[in-house]
C-alpha cells in the first residue's frame, strides 16, 4: 500500500464520512479505494462504447459561480447537432440541474461530456448511455 495526503472540503468529508457510517464501513481509507475504484470502471465504461448512442447527461452546478452558466450555454451551442433536449431545474438557491438528451457518435458525446466536467463551478456529471440498434 502507498500512503497519499489529499485536501477535501470539510462538508465533503462528512458527507462522505456519514456514507461510510451508513454502509457499515470500519475504515476511511477502504471506503475511499472503493470510491476509486467505481470512479475508475465508470471512466472506462464511458472510454469503452462506441458507435452511435442516445442518452442524458446530467449536470449539477453551482448558479452563483462566475461565468459557469454561459459556458454551459456556449458547450452546449458546439454540440447542437447531438443534443435534442434541455430541462433546466432549480434544485436550491445555490444548485442548478440540467439534463441533456444527447443522440449521435459517441466520441462527440464524450467530448461533450468532458468538456462539461472540466468547468469550475460543475459539481458533477453523469453520462447514461445506450446502443442504437437497428430494429
Request: net charge negative; with cysteine.
Amino acid at each position: 500500500m502507498i500512503r497519499i495526503s489529499m485536501s477535501l472540503p470539510r462538508k465533503l468529508l462528512e458527507e462522505f464520512d456519514d456514507v461510510l457510517q451508513d454502509r457499515g464501513y470500519n475504515s476511511r481509507s477502504k471506503g475511499i479505494r472503493d470510491a476509486l475504484k467505481d470512479y475508475i470502471l465508470r471512466y472506462q465504461w464511458m472510454n469503452e462504447m462506441d458507435g452511435e448512442r442516445v442518452g442524458t447527461i446530467a449536470v449539477i452546478y453551482d448558479h452563483h459561480y462566475i461565468g459557469v452558466m454561459e459556458e454551459l450555454a456556449n458547450i452546449q451551442h458546439q454540440y447542437t447537432e447531438h443534443i435534442n433536449a434541455v430541462m433546466h431545474i432549480h434544485m436550491n438557491e445555490k444548485l442548478c440541474m440540467e439534463v441533456i438528451v444527447v443522440k449521435g457518435d459517441v466520441n462527440q458525446i464524450r467530448e461533450l461530456t468532458e468538456k462539461i466536467m472540466s468547468l469550475k463551478g460543475v459539481e458533477h456529471v453523469k453520462l447514461t448511455s445506450s446502443g442504437i440498434k437497428d430494429t
